[in-house]
Each structure stands twice: as C-alpha cells, then as structure tokens.
C-alpha cells in the first residue's frame, strides 16, 4: 500500500467524530422525546379527569352499534353504492353478514348485506315465513322493544311484519327494499328520527343452518356527538387535536387542530424531517391508522389504552415531513373504562432541535474531515513526489560501472538544502555518492597510475639484471645452479612489463571509446565482416552466422563494436573444444539491436556472473592455463562499448546447458549537434 493511502486511511478515522457526534444527537433527541411524550400523558390525563368530573362521555356499554355520518344522501333501494365509503367499517353481522348504519338528518338508515348461497324464500306475511331465510329486526325506545320480520320471495320492497305487541313509539310497519344476488340477499330501510332509538337488534336467520328464528343481536347505539365535541374543545390545549373514543375504537368526539404543515411555525421542512427520520427517529409508526377522517382507531395503542394503560407513541403526520406525538389514556369511573382519550401533537420542537444539532455537528465534522483529508492528500502527495524525485535521483545517479552520469556537476543532490528528515537523508546520499564517486574515479585511473609508476622500477630492475648477468659472465663467476633463477627473474620482469603495457593500453582503450566518432552504418555489414574474418582464425571449430534480411541502420562506431567483437571471439576460444561451434547472431529491437556471440563449452559459474565484464575479473586462467597472464580487461572493454552506444552487455548460459552466449544491446550513440 503506497504512503498515500495510508495516510488517506488514517484521515478516516476522523469519521469517528461525526458518528460519536451522531449517536450523541440521537441520545438527546430520545430523552427530549421522552420528555415531551411524559408531558402530553399528562396533560391527557388531566383532560381525562376533566371529562370524568363532567359527566360528558357516557357510561360504557359492552356491546353497541355505532352509527356513522352519512356521505351523501342515500336512496333506499337495496342496493349498497351509496354505502362504499362507508363499507371499510361495516360491523359483523353473526357469521353470515355485516351491518352499516348511518344518520344524517332524515332518519337512521340500515343496510345488511348477508352471504347465503343457499335459499328457502318466503314473503313476511306467508305462514311459514319464520321457517324461510329472514331478519329479525329489534327497535327499543324508553317505552319498550319490539321486534320485526324482515324477509321477502323476491326482490323487491318489502314490508316488515311486527312480531311482539305494539310499543310507544315505535311503528307497527316498517319499509324496506330487499335485493339478491348469487351469493346472498341485502336489505335496507331508513328508520325516523322521532323513534328516539336507544336500543337495535339485528338478527340473521339462516334456514339451511337451523336455530333461533326470533333471536337478535340487541345492542345500544353510539355516534359522533357534537355536544361532546363542544365540550372537549373547551378543555384541549392549543396546537392539540383530542379525539374521545370508545374503548372499541369508534370515534365520539374530535375537538382541537393538528398543526403538521412542513415549514409552517418553525416546523422542519421535508428535507430535515426526512433526515431526522432517517437518522434520529427511525422509529416511527405508520401515519395511515391514525388517519383523520375514519370513524374507527383500531390500533394497538388505543386497545392498550383501552384496556387501562396510558401509553404514547410518535408516528408520521399524514402531511410529508411532519412527525406526531400521539398519547391515548383510558377514561375511566369506578375503575370501569368508559372510552379512550387521544391527544395528538405535531412535534415542532424536537426534530427542530435535533435536526439544527445534527446538522451543525455534521457539517463542521464533515468540514473537518475535508480539511483534514485534504491535508493529509496533500501532505501524502508532497512527500511522494519528494521520495520520487530521491529515488530517481539516486537510481540516475551511478552508472553500471560505479561512474556517475554528472548529476553532480550540474548542482547539489535534489532537496539537500531541506530542513527536515528527507533533507538529512538527501545530504546523506550526497556524500555518499561523492565518496563513491571519488573511489570510482580513483579505481578508473589507477591502472594508469600504475603503470606510470611501475615503468621506472621494472627498467631498473631489468637494466640490473642484464649488468648482473655481463657481469658474471664476464669473470666467468656464473654458477649454472644461478642460471634458472636468473632465467626466472627475466620471465617475471617480462610478465610485469606485459602487465604494465596491457594496463597502459585499457586506459587508452577507454579515452579512445570516449572519443570515437559515429556514423549511420548498417550492422549486417559489420557483423558480416567480422564473421568472415573469423573463420580463418578458428581453426576446425565451426562458426555460424544468423543476420536478418532487411539492412539494420545504426548510429555507431562500427570500429568500437568490431574491437568489442575481437574481445568476445577472443574470449569465446579459450573455451570452446577443439571441434566446437560458435553462433554470431544480430536481430533487431524495440529501441535499437542485439549481437550476440554463443560458443560450446562450459557453464559460467553463479558466483561470477554478475562480475564477468568487471575490470581484473578473468576465468581464462581456470580454463586454459598459459604462459601469458591474462587480466580480464577483454570483457572489460566489452562492457564500455556497449555503454558507450547507449546500452548494456550480458552473459547468460544458454537453455539447453550446452554452453554460454554473450550479448551486446545498443541502442545507437547520440548525434552531435553543429556548433553555430
């Protein structure tokens, strides 16, 4: 992983101070829910007790139909279109039917719609009307009750038959319209206002299925009560709504407005509610059973409350963004829940808060993580581009000989005058190249320095054994045990003055390379003269020849590279066998061209073969042991004209183990510009 990342990783871990600070909002906006919720359980509560004082909620009853608020004006025809906004809370008729009721100022209307597939007709005034599929019909005033027979053979109207003795009050026939269909018959009839029901019955006989023919369903009636309302309106707070429920759910009364418009009065707009609901109150209920038009609650909170036990809940408003604080407690007398008390409040002041602390936390964490990030990128970068320009400058600064490429020459090492770490180990590379780099040019001339220096002793030493040797001779004092040290002493002065000479001769190959003038030449020729002249000096070995077939143009010494050739060859004999072969190969590159000189013979050893072209480096000596010492200036020179056309020599052996191959890669010397 690069410095950059890891710094950019590093610069990350600043996310802790945002998500520390989020969890932190997300703690104080719990505990400033808490709060507000305890607050409207109170103020539920005391309303609650207010309405108890009162009187105003009437005693429970354990069963009851509840009367819903007409549509729209309803035409008793037995059919139920009127009724469909009204079906979603249809009360259970039994196990075969259901049952809508519905008031509006001409009277109380009944639909019933009953599932039979399964029919025995009759008309209500027939005998054995009982005996057919019916309805009993039960009315109940102050007076008394007294029940009906609804049932017909046909669809059609119908008039219902009185079954019990004639009531105050009450009508001795009742009209109505029934209706079928493949699977059940409907009913519908509209009772008067000036009945004064207290009490209805509905009961639904089934002849297939058998029981009490005159049983009904008798239940007290609720409704929505305006008096009630009016009542409640006077004990609800401001920006509350309170709606008075029957512990079953059914609404009785609504007083108060629910204030949820977005934007209005400070309250969070969509975007902050959708990120408050998103990131604070992930919990919130669903806005659709608390919708503000149905006629029943039925959810688990009023049941609670229903059942005795205070609770509160936040829930989405029914406008977007907005965000309901809900509390329901049950109205109880005597310890008996007498209904359900609902205050709703559109929660302004903590999604405000929260969302104001959030959203401050978060962009001042996230501007700190900008700047820091961008800091650390930048700091990261910095040093990269710093350490690049380190690394490449030492790794141009050294040439494969130890020379260097005067990088020095033309200033001081990059970032040396830095005050910091990377300029101490800036200074540091430069000294120590300018240690190798005087050690190399020490190493490079002290061939020549030799050989200046040992000419003077070896002529001494030579002229002394000349005059040792007339000398002697000519007293005739010459032991003949002396002659072979004498002899041996000559041999060694040779071999010295041979050194002497090879070295003086490398330091002339080398300025000669330095000075050599190239030209645009075609290597195939040069390569090709070579070869030729080689056969004649290689005896019975056998020398192959591979060249391509287009003309190779290269801007070259052709002399330097025939002389790098003489020394390959050179080198190549000493090893190869007697009826060995050779292969001279040139082919082209991407950026210039390659000679290489393979010969059989044996392996270069792993210990040698990154020091093969090193200058006083041989193995001649292990291969074929001779009179004339050899110093290893051969591959030598080799390697300073391969850098001298811009490339490198190699030494490999070759894949199948049968011998060595040396290589020379060139990638042509530079043009000399004309001086104007």
Not at 286 to 314: C, F, H, I, M, Y
Not at 356 to 368: D, E, I, K, N, Q
Not at 426 to 435: I, K, T
Request: aromatic share 6%.
């Amino acid at each position: 992983m690069t410095l950059r990342r890891k710094l950019l990783l590093v610069a990350l871990c600043t996310l802790a101070l945002p998500i520390a600070g989020w969890l932190y909002v997300r703690q104080m906006e719990a505990l400033l829910r808490d709060g507000q919720a305890q607050a409207l359980l109170a103020s539920a509560g005391a309303v609650a007790r207010s309405l108890v004082v009162t009187g105003a909620v009437p005693p429970e009853s354990q069963r009851s139909w509840y009367v819903q608020a007409t549509p729209g004006p309803i035409t008793v025809d037995g059919y139920g279109d009127d009724w469909a906004p009204l079906t979603p809370w249809s009360q259970a008729l039994g196990q075969l039917g259901k049952l809508l009721l519905a008031a509006d100022g001409n009277g109380l209307y009944l639909y019933a719609d009953v599932r039979d597939i399964r029919r025995t007709r009759a008309d209500a005034d027939d005998a054995n009307a009982l005996a057919a599929d019916h309805l009993i019909l039960t009315l109940g005033n102050a007076a008394g009750q007294r029940r009906y027979l609804l049932t017909s053979a046909a669809p059609g109207p119908l008039i219902a038959q009185p079954l019990d003795p004639a009531v105050e009050g009450l009508p001795d026939l009742l009209a109505a319209q029934w209706q079928e269909d493949g699977s059940g018959y409907q009913v519908e009839l509209r009772l008067p206002t000036t009945l004064h029901l207290s009490v209805l019955g509905v009961g639904v006989y089934d002849a297939a299925a058998g029981g009490d023919r005159m049983a009904s369903d008798t239940r007290t009636l609720l409704s929505y009560s305006d008096k009630l309302s009016g009542e409640l309106a006077q004990l609800v707070p401001d920006r509350v709504q309170a709606r008075v429920l029957a512990p079953q759910g059914w609404l009785l009364a609504r007083a108060g407005r629910l204030d949820s418009a977005p934007g209005a009065d400070d309250q969070p707009g969509w975007f902050a509610s959708l990120v408050y609901r998103s990131l604070l109150a992930t919990r919130l209920e669903d806005a659709n059973p608390w919708s503000q038009d149905v006629p029943r609650l039925d959810t688990p909170e009023v049941g609670q409350a229903g059942a005795g036990k205070p609770v509160a809940v936040w829930r989405s408003g029914e406008e977007r963004g907005s965000v309901v604080l809900a509390a329901a407690v049950p109205i109880a007398r005597a310890g008996k829940v007498d209904g359900v008390l609902l205050l709703e409040q559109a929660s302004r002041a903590v999604p405000l808060l929260a969302n104001r602390a959030l959203f401050g936390l978060l962009l001042t964490s996230f501007g700190v993580l900008l700047v820091a990030g961008g800091i650390l990128l930048a700091f990261a970068t910095r040093l990269s581009l710093r350490l690049g320009r380190l690394r490449n400058a030492a790794e141009r600064a050294q040439l494969n000989d130890g020379r260097l490429d005067g990088l020095f020459e033309q200033g001081r090492f990059p970032m040396s005058d830095a005050p910091d770490e990377i300029g101490d180990l800036a200074r540091s590379f430069e000294q120590l190249f300018e240690v190798v780099g005087g050690y190399t040019d020490y190493l490079r001339t002290l061939a020549s320095k030799l050989s200046h220096e040992l000419n003077t002793p070896l002529a001494i030493v030579k002229s002394s054994l000349d005059n040792l040797e007339h000398a002697l001779q000519e007293r005739a004092a010459l032991p003949a045990e002396a002659q072979p040290y004498l002899a041996r002493a000559r041999d060694g002065v040779a071999r010295l003055g041979a050194l002497v000479r090879a070295m003086s001769e490398s330091s002339r190959m080398e300025r000669s390379i330095v000075a050599a003038e190239p030209e645009d030449v075609d290597l195939r020729d040069v390569v090709r003269g070579c070869a030729d002249a080689y056969r004649a000096l290689i005896g019975a070995r056998r020398l192959d020849s591979m060249l391509p077939d287009a003309p190779l143009y290269l801007h070259c010494a052709p002399e330097l590279l025939a002389q790098a050739l003489d020394k390959l060859l050179d080198n190549a004999l000493s090893f190869t066998p007697e009826h060995g072969w050779l292969r001279l190969s040139l082919h082209a590159t991407a950026d210039g061209a390659e000679i290489e000189l393979a010969n059989q013979g044996p392996l270069l050893p792993a210990a040698m073969q990154g020091r093969l072209f090193d200058s006083l480096v041989s193995l001649r000596d292990r291969a074929t042991p001779g009179d004339a010492p050899h110093l290893g200036l051969g591959l030598y020179v080799v390697r300073l004209v391969a850098e001298r056309h811009g490339g490198i020599a190699s030494a490999r052996n070759l894949d199948d183990g049968s011998g060595v191959a040396f290589s020379l890669t060139l990638r042509g010397m530079p043009r000399q510009r004309l001086g104007g």
